[in-house]
């Protein structure tokens, strides 16, 4: 079997999880994923299976878009909603126009320091390995791209927003970039993957429905 699978995340599992689902269900012996969803995080991800998996590289390259909310006055350990959280200010002076004026200055090519609690590495270790351990090290920022932020919705103390931005870009540092730069902390509460590269949601296939199919059924969604 070869192809590509866009499966519809769900809340909980690891990327990781949802791939070893594939391979144990169907039997099949090479799958990958082309960009990794945090457990918190929903929305496309893109699955490879069996010769598309020597083409990884190619995919992840892609650009990402997500529809996401973050929450304004709280930092988190981990930056988003299922970190440890921790309310550090009142959010009673911040206005739209506060908010609209940090939005404006994360887009276009922007310097980001990954999170500690990322598979970054550090000397061989992934920082999230070091994060659990309590150490703490000192990553040099990384250059990416922010090509569409815009805001659809707030309502205090969260904020809404689309972001359409380059590989490598963590959507819960970008949160509390904005949210240092607004004097008042912020984390990612809620984070979809509307896009990777060309695929979308159109036609993804859930968990639910992959506990559901055979083999056939899985050849039947694969796009090539």
């Not at 004026?101 to 598979?119: L, R």
């Not at 994060?131 to 969260?158: D, F, Q, S, Y």
């Not at 993957?193 to 694969?222: C, Q």
Request: aromatic share 6%.
């Amino acid at each position: 079997m070869d192809g590509i699978l866009v499966v519809d995340k769900p809340q909980g599992p690891t990327s990781h999880d949802i791939v070893d689902l594939i391979r144990k269900r169907f039997g099949l012996k090479k799958v990958g994923h082309a960009g990794t969803l945090d457990p918190m995080a929903t929305g496309v991800l893109v699955v490879l299976i069996g010769k598309y998996t020597k083409s990884s590289d190619l995919f992840l390259r892609d650009d990402k878009e997500y529809d996401a909310t973050l929450f304004l006055g709280a930092v988190s350990d981990t930056g988003d909603a299922w970190g440890r959280v921790e309310k550090i200010a009142g959010t009673e002076n911040i206005g739209a126009k506060n908010i609209e004026e940090a939005f404006n200055k994360f887009t276009g090519e922007i310097e980001q320091v990954p999170p500690s609690y990322s598979a970054v590495k550090f000397k061989g270790k992934k920082l999230y390995e070091l994060a659990r351990k309590g150490i703490n090290v000192k990553v040099e920022p990384r250059k990416v791209l922010i090509k569409e932020l815009k805001i659809t919705g707030i309502n205090m103390p969260e904020v809404s927003f689309i972001v359409t931005c380059s590989k490598g870009t963590y959507i819960r540092q970008l949160s509390s970039d904005i949210g240092s730069l607004l004097g008042c902390g912020a984390y990612l509460s809620r984070l979809r993957r509307t896009r990777s590269g060309k695929f979308t949601l159109d036609g993804a296939v859930t968990v639910e429905e992959l506990k559901k199919i055979d083999n056939t059924g899985v050849e039947k969604r694969l796009k090539l």
